[in-house]
């Protein structure tokens, strides 16, 4: 079972970019066939997913492929270190409506079948 | 995007009675619809995959039916560790969509 930890700031100023990496441990991301995700939730509040990256041992020409929900595709980078067994987040031009709590996850067989604990992140001056 | 909408939003409940919550897909996901519980403060949990089918290492208290539109979750029989919002999740088209989720309590 692939256990994944976020890290990065916590606290993001109005306008700036809030970064956030999910280490996974457990196994590799360039294994199988995954999709490497971000899901966020505000305050209270429902889950979003955000987007992800997928890596395919069985064609490795589909890895690195990104996909992102409408909403946020204009301000979204997903990328992997594979080297580092990591990917992140990189969420640009960030305001009050994106303080929430960030949880990367595993993308397998047509389900989220790992999460991490979350990290909130705050949008604040 | 695929609208999915879960009834109720709160349920509040005695131990050991039978719960359901329904979600509603704005379009036909086929069986690609899962259940997932979130207990406070913690990650959401996979309960359900593929609306029907059990997932390993939890309890048999908690099922699933449903195709298309339609899909209901049961707990067969409530126990206090089971407060917790529940949601829906359809992985049949981006963007991936949740339901607003089901909060559960215990009376």
């Known amino acids: 079972q692939v256990q994944l930890q976020e890290s990065g700031p916590r606290l993001v100023k109005p306008s700036q970019t809030l970064s956030l990496t999910c280490s996974v441990s457990g196994g590799s991301i360039t294994s199988g066939d995954s999709y490497w995700s971000w899901i966020r939730q505000p305050p209270g509040k429902g889950l979003q997913w955000i987007g992800y990256i997928n890596y395919n041992q069985y064609n490795p020409s589909l890895s690195g492929q990104t996909y992102y929900t409408p909403s946020l595709k204009s301000r979204l980078t997903i990328s992997a270190d594979t080297s580092r067994n990591q990917f992140s987040l990189y969420l640009s031009s960030v305001t009050d409506a994106d303080t929430a709590v960030y949880y990367c996850?595993?993308?397998?067989?047509?389900?989220?079948?790992?999460w991490g604990l979350g990290a909130l992140v705050a949008v604040s001056s | 995007e695929i609208v999915l909408t879960q009834s109720p939003d709160f349920q509040s409940v005695t131990p050991k009675e039978k719960v359901t919550i329904t979600c509603r897909a704005s379009q036909s996901v086929g069986s690609t619809l899962h259940w997932y519980r979130q207990k406070p403060n913690q990650s959401p949990e996979l309960l359900i995959k593929?609306?029907?089918q059990s997932v390993s290492g939890v309890p048999s208290k908690f099922s699933g039916s449903g195709s298309g539109t339609d899909f209901t979750l049961t707990i067969s029989s409530l126990e206090v560790e089971d407060a917790a919002t529940y949601y829906c999740?359809?992985?049949?088209?981006?963007?991936?969509?949740f339901g607003q989720g089901t909060k559960v309590e215990i009376k």
């Open positions: 999740h359809q992985s049949s088209a981006l963007p991936q969509t």
């Open positions: 593929f609306a029907s």
């Open positions: 996850a595993r993308y397998d067989s047509g389900l989220f079948d790992s």
